[in-house]
C-alpha cells in the first residue's frame, strides 16, 4: 500500500516507517529534517512541514493512506501543531481522494483512564509528571481529535499511554473502552497503527494501546523520557 507518514523523523515515526517498509509498502516519510533520513527501498522523502497546507498536500497525492505521529515536548507554550497539522491533513486527504487515516493520540484523554491503582501515582506522580507539564499539549491534543471527528473520513485515532522504546512488538493489549495501564512501547504502537490498514474494526473510534510486558521502572522511565531527553534538547 502506498502509505505517508507524519513526523516521520520522531521515536514513534521512525519505527513507524521501518516497520511500514518491512511489511511492504510503499512509505513516504514527511519531515521537517529530511536529511536525517536514511535512505531505503520503497521509501520517499518530502522535506515538509505539516503546517504548510500546501506541502501536506503536496506529499499526501497519490497515496492510499495517511499514517500521523505528529508530536512534541512538553512545554509551557502554547502548543498548535497536532490541531494545524492535522487540519491541513484533513483537507488534503479530501482533496486528493484519500479516505484512510490513523493518528497518534494520549490516553490522557480519556476520560476514564486509570493508569494504575496507586493511589500515590495518580495523585501525585501523574500530575507532577504528565497532567501539569504536558497541559499546553494535552489542550492541542483535544483540538485535533475534535477536526478528526468531525471529518468524514475513515479514522481511528490511537490513544498510547507513556511511551518508551523496546527492542521487539510484544503481545500488547487494546482498550476498546476505557485504557487501562501506565505504558505504551513504541514498537507496539507502531505495530497497532500498521494494522489499521488492514482492519476496519475501529474505524471512527479512538482506541487504547497498552504494553504489559518489558516496561520500565518509573524512575527508568522519568530519567529516559524526561529529565535526560531535556538535557538533550
Same mark, same amino acid.
Given at each position: 500500500m502506498?502509505? !505517508?507518514?507524519?513526523?516521520?523523523?520522531?521515536?514513534?515515526?521512525?519505527?513507524?516507517v521501518?516497520?511500514?517498509?518491512?511489511?511492504?509498502?510503499?512509505?513516504?516519510?514527511?519531515?521537517?529534517?529530511?536529511e536525517q533520513?536514511?535512505?531505503?527501498?520503497?521509501l520517499?522523502?518530502?522535506?515538509?512541514?505539516?503546517?504548510?497546507?500546501?506541502? !501536506?498536500?503536496?506529499?499526501?497525492a497519490?497515496?492510499?493512506?495517511?499514517?500521523?505521529a505528529?508530536?512534541?515536548?512538553y512545554?509551557?507554550?502554547?502548543?498548535?501543531?497536532?490541531?494545524?497539522?492535522t487540519?491541513n491533513i484533513?483537507a488534503?486527504m %479530501?482533496d486528493?481522494?484519500?479516505?484512510?487515516?490513523v493518528v497518534?493520540?494520549?490516553?490522557?484523554?480519556d476520560?476514564?483512564?486509570?493508569?494504575?491503582?496507586s493511589?500515590?501515582?495518580? =495523585?501525585? #506522580?501523574?500530575?507532577?509528571?504528565?497532567r501539569?507539564?504536558?497541559?499546553?499539549?494535552?489542550?492541542d491534543?483535544?483540538?485535533m481529535?475534535?477536526l478528526?471527528?468531525?471529518?468524514?473520513?475513515?479514522w481511528?485515532?490511537?490513544?498510547?499511554c507513556?511511551l518508551?522504546?523496546a527492542?521487539?512488538?510484544?503481545?500488547y =493489549?487494546?482498550?476498546?473502552?476505557?485504557?487501562r495501564? #501506565?505504558?505504551?512501547?513504541?514498537a507496539?504502537?507502531?505495530?497497532?497503527?500498521?494494522a489499521q490498514?488492514?482492519?476496519?474494526?475501529?474505524?471512527?473510534t479512538?482506541?487504547?494501546?497498552v504494553?504489559?510486558?518489558?516496561?520500565?521502572?518509573?524512575?527508568q %522511565?522519568?530519567?529516559?523520557?524526561?529529565i535526560?531527553?531535556e538535557?538533550?534538547?
Amino acid at each position: 500500500m502506498r502509505i !505517508v507518514v507524519f513526523g516521520a523523523n520522531g521515536p514513534t515515526g521512525r519505527e513507524l516507517v521501518g516497520q511500514a517498509l518491512a511489511a511492504g509498502h510503499q512509505v513516504t516519510a514527511v519531515t521537517r529534517r529530511p536529511e536525517q533520513i536514511l535512505p531505503r527501498e520503497r521509501l520517499a522523502v518530502a522535506g515538509a512541514d505539516a503546517t504548510n497546507a500546501g506541502a !501536506v498536500s503536496a506529499a499526501i497525492a497519490g497515496s492510499e493512506a495517511v499514517l500521523s505521529a505528529l508530536g512534541v515536548p512538553y512545554t509551557r507554550k502554547t502548543v498548535t501543531l497536532y490541531s494545524t497539522g492535522t487540519a491541513n491533513i484533513i483537507a488534503a486527504m %479530501q482533496d486528493n481522494g484519500v479516505r484512510r487515516l490513523v493518528v497518534t493520540g494520549s490516553a490522557a484523554l480519556d476520560p476514564g483512564y486509570r493508569s494504575t491503582d496507586s493511589v500515590l501515582f495518580r =495523585q501525585v #506522580m501523574e500530575p507532577l509528571f504528565m497532567r501539569l507539564p504536558g497541559k499546553t499539549v494535552y489542550a492541542d491534543n483535544r483540538r485535533m481529535e475534535a477536526l478528526i471527528r468531525a471529518s468524514s473520513l475513515e479514522w481511528t485515532i490511537v490513544r498510547a499511554c507513556w511511551l518508551f522504546s523496546a527492542r521487539q512488538v510484544s503481545d500488547y =493489549q487494546v482498550c476498546e473502552d476505557s485504557i487501562r495501564g #501506565m505504558f505504551t512501547a513504541r514498537a507496539d504502537l507502531a505495530a497497532f497503527l500498521l494494522a489499521q490498514l488492514a482492519d476496519d474494526r475501529f474505524v471512527r473510534t479512538a482506541v487504547g494501546v497498552v504494553t504489559t510486558t518489558g516496561t520500565p521502572r518509573i524512575v527508568q %522511565q522519568i530519567w529516559r523520557e524526561g529529565i535526560k531527553k531535556e538535557k538533550k534538547s
